[in-house]
């Protein structure tokens, strides 16, 4: 089965997918061992690789140490096309659809295909709503887009159902990664229910509350980043 088959597979059977969020810029590489064990006795299913501000040239060699440490499967999570490489499993292709940017909604990706049709991934196409977490992110600083209200449950079911009629696999809701709020489980609930692809949620989810919330509202996957950055044991009380 493909890795995408195996995500849609687990929800038919209502399995909680839970992924870790690695930003090669944010690791040492001299702990990267420790990391993957830690990660390899957590629930996690699934890892992700990328960052917003990640422009390194070592991200090859980052991933090859995961795949040859690691069972999970990893799946690029770019911030931009340079983002590529050929050691990893499958790549969320991101389109930035809460923003109006066009770099960000196509431009990238026309610029990824030269890299993508010389690789192996698995290539996963995924709405990308960045939705508003009480202070500007990241995402929301290098992208230059503005997130869709917390308030704006309607705008961002459309948005995300837009994104399944036009074809995306998957729906990522993510209020940047350190968000001081995470998506409001109202919202969540609210997507889930619209969409009949999977939905994954991730962005300022800091303890195993969050993570059964957001599985609860209807998540499909759910995404950690920064907590387990901060705390390799971060796991130990899923
Ligand atoms: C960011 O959704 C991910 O893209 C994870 O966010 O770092 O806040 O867990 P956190």
Known sequence: MNFYGAILQA???NKRLLAVLLDPDKLDETSLDKIIEKINTSPATHILVGGSTYCGN?????????????????????GNYKQISNEADGILFLS???????????????????????SRLEI?????????SGA???????SKTRPIARTDVELVCQTAKAGEYLGQQLVYLEAGSGAQQ???YEMIQAVSQKLTI???????????KGIDDAFNAGADMVVIGTAFENDNTFFESC
Do not use: C, W
Request: without cysteine; glycine residues 6%; aromatic residues 8%.
């Open 136 to 142: 500007e992110t990241t995402v929301e600083r290098v």
């Open 96 to 118: 930035l659809m809460s923003g109006r940017n066009p770099d960000y909604l196509v431009e990238h990706q026309i610029k990824a295909v030269p890299f993508l049709e010389k």
């Open 11 to 13: 929800k038919i059977e």
């Open 182 to 184: 995470a998506v409001p």
């Open 58 to 78: 070592s991200l090859d060699v980052f991933v090859l140490n995961l795949k040859a440490n690691t069972n999970l499967p990893v799946f690029l999570f770019p």
């Open 124 to 132: 996963m196409p995924t709405a990308y709503l960045l939705i508003e």
């Open 198 to 208: 999977p939905l994954i949620v991730g962005g300022g989810i800091r303890s195993k």
